[in-house]
């Protein structure tokens, strides 16, 4: 006897009420139990398959026709609906994730390195691709480096003007008053030619105030060898203000005294803030000159100092204030700045 | 040196605008500190006659003058009495103005006194900036105009004062001679007039006596008779002022005015109170006793030079005179005194005594060895004009002047060294004579140069190349860069101090640069077991006489600094020498390549680079903060670790690792604090601060801090660069991972634990990871499970399960051999 229920009525209804479930799942979860409910094992369209063996070739084949159309219309109605639920719980959960790039980076940024070394590299590298070498020498030095072997003799008013602090109990031993001492001491230990720059600390009993600190940073040229010209030291120096404070510098040599050098000159470079164009220009006061550094020709006196014979070679030396620099191109207007620290300061740079 | 405009222009004509005049100056090697131009600003002041001086009706202090200004008869009142019918004043008329202080700018007006109308106001000289005396109406003497004469016609008030710097080489320029002659050398024209240079004589009433050779060169001695003292004259007095010299009396101010004229100081003994009418030149006594000009009495050494009259020491020679022969009011006759002290008496006694005066600077820096009785003969004519005295005659002893010895000059080396090679002889030796140099030319370009008496600072060539150089102006000499061609750089070493700088700041580490001074008491890190410190003798401040011997003070003040300026958080480095005497344990850490000698080969004290890192609070960057995250102990590790890496020749060598070794330190905290030991050697410690410390400093508690000597980690590097890396084959087949967790008694340290674990793992092991430190009761008291990620390859194969097996079972033997169990 046929099976009453295994009519195409009722595979019809049964596609129409998966149809309507697969329309109506609001998520894919429901729409995965639409899936088992009217597709799975245990759905009526499973039972419906399991019993066909047991209709008539034609009903079956019939109602097999019908219930491979409802499947393919299944799989079809299934996949679109799936795909549009993917759609949008992914857009849903892209809209939950949104950051507000605004927001600034929890970052811990690099250190600044201190202004100073700043400037004291520039200027080192700046002499350093003119082929100089970088020497170093104590900040404790033996008097004898410091002034004696530099034509600068115990009674010389230069000494005495120079505001030396002593170290106790060791005879002759001072905190270095320039990096001059290096000089000396590259010249007794190398034969020319000789190119060293010499960046250092150097110290002097000058209480501070907004132009002067016990502690002071500097930087030292020397250069000798067989031949060496007024003009060399001219082009040298030329060749440093351009490097640091632009290619339209220009230098000024003055005359000036210094024992360990003759002749000696005071070197200007020329504003580059108001090419002496402002009268009440902070930096040249209008006068389109800054007066940056002391130079000269090694003195013959501290060539046979440090064992070298005048007659053969000759030099040039020079000293840069690092602090007189920085507070020129950078506007800082109070040295004591540079050594209190204060992390506004040393982030500015 | 001060130099008003006019005095100068008594010597060489300058025709030129002021400020090419300073310019020029300038160029020459004279440079021009500050021009300054008192009176200038004051208008409408006249010359008046005082007609008559009664009190004010009202007012005690106040007199009521009747002047005659040329165009009638006017009352001012004065608050002044030093006034005389007859007397001519300056009168400023309503509508005058003074200047006032600080550029600023006073009107005269008619005012009403205490009942009284004051018709103008009578000036006094520091009104006017003639002179700083405000003691009373300035009198202008008989010598003056008529009544009405505008006062400019008078006194050149607003003339311009220069101020030059000297160079410390050139005492000749201490005068406005001097100034005068290098300004016409500079300019290239003749001086105006040469000042008169009297024959020598020896017709004195005073004998004159050199005992100390040495200390001095010549001594005029000359005598001026019959002379009256009183005010000078208002023109001298406003010169003197204008040089910054105090007016006292016609014969002060005459030795003071040829000293500022022709640089040479002088010095008046009052003849009726020298003894014995002689005076020597000798060398002090010891215990000898002078009370000098300034009222104190001086005990002398057997090195002050004195000049000493019959009986005793009367003046310290070129520092200062003596009271008991020093001119007064009633002074009739004056020995002057015009000598040539050796520079380095006079500068040791100076220096002794704390005493400075305008002497002695120009004796320090040396005057002229000829211009004795030059100077002397001019002050003898001044005081003749001035002071109504009588020439008495002179004597003088002394080895006199040494002729200064030719230099022979080669000026076609002076020519190349200047960069000048254009530069004739002929040019030179022209350049030369300029400066008073006689010069006579040879064959070859070669001169034999003979500098003037005054230019102490011409002896060599070089001297001589400067002066060419100068007079022909520095702005000739051509830009040129050495032909030397040299190869330059950094040294390894040099490099790793930059790359040391690198690694800090990549960390967040600001750097900072402090004073090396420290108090005796300063917190030390760095070679704890070295307690020596270097000291200084004249320190800035008393209690700040230490060099620094670690460089951990400074950085907790520039914290301190830092937290009082309310800054949440901040991470400090500072890349610095320490200090400590020579021979401790800090001199073995710097090691040959940081230890320098004296001339004589005696060790300087240790003064090795070192890094300090300190950091507190919040690890905020810019535009947040979060209390979660701040700067800790390892954060400083994390550096140190990174800059041990950097420096090592091979940072994968674990030899060349920082090891930390629990230690304890005052001011740190006890269970924070990690001696830092870098291949046997302690090269520095790491730590957080002690509570109690913290709040001493008023810092927070969690400052932590760090300090670490670099010599000992890159002195390798001072041989040269370390060879380079060599690349390392990629292993391509997969890795194997593999989870231990190990348990271990708190004694056993991480580092142990986890050398055991790589020690057993053996070479399959690729990487390390600690992920987990965990305490609880099934672990039991005192004990700590740790928990690793193992990252297991093989080069040449894949690696299987039982390979893991193998790494599990070696690491269980291996952690059991300290005392620690695998956790199954």
Known sequence: ?349 | MKVPLSWLHEFVAVELPLDELVELMGRGGLEVEEVRRPGAGVTGVVVARVQEVRDHPDADRLVVVTVEDGDGERVVCAGARNLAVGDLVPLAVPGATLPGTGGTSITIERRDMRGVVSDGMLCSPRELQVADDHGGIMVLGDAAAPPGTDIHELLALGEPVIDVAIPADRGDLQSILGIARDLAAILDVDLEKAPDDPSPRDDGPVQVRVEAADGCAHYVGWAVQGLTVADSPWWLRRRLEACGVRSLSNLVDVTNYVMLEQGQPLHAFDTARLRGHEVAVRWGRDGERLTTLDGRQRVLAPDDLVIADADRAVALAGVMGGEDTEVGPATSDVLLEAAVFDATAVRRTSRRLGLVSEASVRFERGVDPSGTWRAAGRAVELLVELAGGTDAGARADGAGATAHAPIELDTGWAARFLGLPELSTDQQTELLRRSGTEVEVRDGGVVVATPPSWRGDLGRPADLAEEVARLHGYEGIPATLPAVSLQGGLTARQRAEREVRQAVRAAGFHEAHTYPFVGSDAFSLVAADDPGRVTLENPLQKDAATLRPSLAEGLLGVARRNVGQGRAGLALAELGRVFRPAGGTLARLAGAGATWSTRDGDPLPAQPMTLGLLAYGSRSGPGWRTPASSWGVFDLLAVLDEVAARLAPDSDDPTWRLERVATERPGLHPGRTAALRWRGIDVGVVGQLHPAEAEARDLPETTVLAEMVLEPLWEHLRAGPSPPRAARPIARHPAVAVDVAVVAPDDISYAAVEAAVREGAGDLLDGLWWFDEFRGEQLGEGRRSLAFHLRLQAPDRQLTDRDAEAVIGGVEESVERIGATLRR
């Open chain 1, 1 to 349: 006897m046929p099976d009453r229920e295994l009519r195409p009525e009722a595979v019809d209804a049964l596609r129409d009420a998966a149809l309507r479930a697969v329309a109506g799942a609001a998520d894919l979860d429901e729409l995965e139990h639409v899936r088992v409910a009217h597709t799975g094992r245990r759905s009526d369209l499973a039972g419906m398959q399991r019993r066909l063996g047991s209709l008539d070739p034609e009903t079956r084949r019939e109602i097999g026709a019908r219930v491979n159309a409802f499947r393919d219309a299944f799989d079809e109605a299934f996949e679109t609906r799936r795909q549009t639920l993917a759609a949008a719980a992914l857009s849903e959960r892209l809209e939950g994730e949104r950051l507000d790039l605004t927001m600034p980076p929890q970052r811990v940024p690099p250190g600044r390195m201190h202004l100073l070394t700043q400037v004291e590299h520039e200027i080192v590298d700046a002499f350093v691709g003119l082929g100089y070498r970088v020497a170093e020498g104590p900040e404790v030095e033996d008097a004898v480096f410091n002034f004696d072997l530099l034509n600068i003799p115990a009674d010389h008013p230069a000494r005495l003007e120079m505001d030396t602090v002593y170290v106790d109990s060791a005879e002759g031993v001072v905190l270095r008053t320039h990096t001059s001492p290096v000089q000396a001491r590259v010249m007794l230990a190398e034969r020319p030619p000789i190119a060293v720059v010499v960046p250092g600390r150097v110290y002097r009993n000058d209480a501070p105030d907004p132009t002067h600190s016990p502690v002071f940073q500097q930087v030292e040229g020397l250069a000798v060898a067989a031949g060496l010209t007024m003009a060399d030291l001219r082009g040298t120096l030329q060749a440093f203000a351009r490097a640091l404070f632009g290619h339209e510098r220009e230098v000024r040599l003055r005359p000036s005294f210094f024992p360990f050098t003759e002749p000696s000159a005071e070197v200007d470079v020329s504003c580059g803030f108001c090419s002496g164009q402002d009268p009440s220009c902070r930096v040249c006061s209008g006068t389109g000159w800054i007066e940056v550094l002391g130079a000269g020709m090694v003195d013959p006196n501290v060539l046979e100092a440090c064992g070298l014979d005048p007659a053969e070679v000759s030099g040039f030396a020079f000293g840069v204030g690092i602090e007189r620099v920085a507070m020129l191109r950078h506007g800082v207007g109070d040295i004591r700045e540079f050594y209190e620290n204060d992390a506004r300061f040393l982030e500015r740079f």
